[in-house]
């Protein structure tokens, strides 16, 4: 919880409407992704952000089939994951996406959609899996709004962090943006 509302401003205000039932399941999500983020965006250094982010996303993908980490932050992922079934199927795409950040700096139409939906919309989805409480017809009914919401949330920090994005980072999201 103090991971999201320190590092979230729109994700980390959206959670305290939910039911205080899911929102430590909510703030596991968070927590994970928020730990790749960092990787990508603060790590000068390409080669250990790479070797950092591949041992992040293997650690991730462990922790989900054994159901532990000594990492806090994994671990509680991995719990919340295991309990509403979110899979490989929507936490590899998210870290495709995390090293999309490492080299991609310019993208084009294709790109950007490959980049929204493995850095957000899955993101959306894994939150919609705690939100269904495992019910798949109800998931599937709302899996669109779900990543709706997603990308919505990715364009409003893409906008929000514009100018550190084209300037620190030299990355350019927007097809056809060159800052």
Known sequence: ERLTRRYS????LSTRLLSPAIRPHIYAIYGMVRL??????THAN???AQQELHALELQTLKALGTGYSTNP????????????GIE?????????????D?????HTAASY?????GSAEVVGLMCLKVFTGGDTQTYNRQRAGAQALGRAYQKVNFLRDYAADTKQLGRHYFPGDTG
């Not at 401003?9 to 980390?12: A, E, H, I, K, L």
């Not at 671990?75 to 309990?83: C, D, P, T, V």
């Not at 490492?102 to 310019?106: E, K, M, Q, Y």
């Open 36 to 41: 790749a983020d960092e990787i990508v965006d």
């Open 73 to 84: 932050l994994l671990h509680a992922f991995a719990l919340s994951a295991r309990h509403y």
């Open 102 to 106: 490492l080299h991609t700096t310019t």
């Open 46 to 48: 390409l080669d250990h």
């Open 88 to 100: 490989q199927e929507l936490i590899k795409p998210f870290f495709a996406s995390m090293r999309m």
């Open 113 to 117: 959609k490959t980049y929204i939906y």
């Open 9 to 12: 401003t729109s994700f980390g």
